[in-house]
């Protein structure tokens, strides 16, 4: 167990819908970024917040949008979705902004119809 | 092409084998070097973590990073039927601010009893 939760564990859904995905970070740690992973991609870094402000963006698309709280859990907004968007998202913590272990939660499978 | 190459496995060794697991990648900036275990369906777990060239060893596992070749090497002694799961390696550039980590696509590896 890392200590990063995730909830929820799973979440299936309809196309066009929007969805809210949660993450708490370890205890201590002010950074969290988001992964998704899936088959033809692999892990594909989203974005990563430290202690409130967004830190570096990745190949996010436009549809979707995180934000991190003052208790620093963080919220990983979908919408629109398409069917292309159902993959397993990550959210990871660390204790600092730079160069920086990583510890992963247990994920959230998304699965759009 | 991208930034850092894996190959996909599967890998398969009879149990107490040497196991080794290789990446390479592009990106001349990459300082920082991972790897990660992750089992079907579960957040990846943090493995090793290596800065710039050299060796790194805990238990049985010992991480080796070529800089002047990007390479990455992970080996796993005394592999046990435990260790099967895909493996990922992962790297990052010093940043002045965010950090993100690019991912290998992982091996898929299996220790037969």
């Known amino acids: 167990d890392s200590g990063v939760t995730q909830t929820p564990k799973h979440l299936i859904t309809a196309t066009g819908q929007r969805v809210t995905l949660r993450c708490s970070p370890r205890?201590?740690?002010?950074?969290v970024y988001w992964y998704q992973q899936s088959l033809d991609q692999g892990l594909q870094f989203l974005i990563h917040?430290?202690?409130?402000?967004?830190?570096a963006k990745g190949n996010i698309l436009e549809r979707f949008s995180a934000q991190q709280f003052p208790d620093l859990h963080s919220e990983l907004n979908l919408s629109s979705l398409e069917l292309g968007d159902s993959a397993l998202y990550f959210c990871?913590?660390?204790?600092?902004?730079?160069?920086?272990?990583?510890?992963f939660g247990p994920g959230t499978r998304l699965t759009v119809l | 092409q991208k930034e850092v190459e894996q190959d996909p496995g599967p890998l398969s060794v009879p149990e107490g084998a040497i196991v080794s697991l290789n990446c390479t990648y592009s990106n001349s900036a990459f300082q920082y070097f991972m790897w990660y275990r992750q089992y079907s369906r579960k957040g990846p777990e943090l493995l090793m973590y290596?800065?710039?060239?050299g060796n790194k060893e805990d238990g049985r596992f010992t991480a080796q990073v070529d800089k002047s070749s990007k390479y990455i090497s992970l080996f796993i002694r005394d592999s046990q039927p435990s260790d099967s799961a895909t493996y990922l390696c992962a790297m990052s550039a010093v940043r002045n601010a965010g950090n993100m980590l690019t991912f290998g696509g992982g091996t898929r590896l299996m220790v037969k009893p």
């Open positions: 990871a913590s660390s204790v600092f902004s730079g160069a920086d272990t990583q510890y």
């Open positions: 205890s201590g740690d002010l950074s």
């Open positions: 917040y430290y202690n409130g402000e967004e830190r």
């Open positions: 290596t800065y710039s060239s």
